[in-house]
């Protein structure tokens, strides 16, 4: 229950972004609940190949390189649904950096408070 929570907070969250950001396009609910779940699975089996292949890279940055890696994720999704478009890279950074933000803050509110 809290999986499908997260992945319909997260189309929140894209839909908010298509509408705000320039170059970042969603064609309705649907595509946005794709995207969301064409995410989630990059993040889950991509992402940690990606961060492995990238070490090195991300070591001498201090981390800054995993930015690059939720760019490239956001792009892979582009290509994946029909629905969605992102028009560059510097657009994919953006749109990674502040869906980010907004997931966590989201995902704080779905957090249970224990005593």
């Known amino acids: 229950m809290k999986t499908f929570l ?3 907070l997260t189309a929140f969250a894209v839909i908010l972004l298509a509408n705000v950001l320039p170059g970042v396009e969603v064609a ?3 595509s946005a609940i794709t995207v969301a779940i064409v995410i ?3 993040n889950m ?6 961060v492995f ?6 070591m001498v940055t201090l981390g800054l390189f995993l930015f690059v890696i939720n760019a490239i ?3 892979l999704a582009d290509k994946l649904v029909d629905g969605f478009a992102v028009s560059g890279f510097f657009a994919a950074l ?4 502040l869906l980010s933000i907004f997931r966590s803050f989201l995902f704080s509110l779905l957090k249970e408070k224990h005593k």
């Open 6 to 8: 997260k992945i319909l």
């Open 28 to 30: 309705g609910y649907f």
């Open 40 to 42: 989630a699975l990059l």
């Open 45 to 50: 089996f991509v992402r940690p190949l990606l």
């Open 53 to 58: 292949f990238t070490l090195p890279a991300t």
């Open 73 to 75: 994720i956001i792009l």
């Open 94 to 97: 953006f749109f990674s950096i």
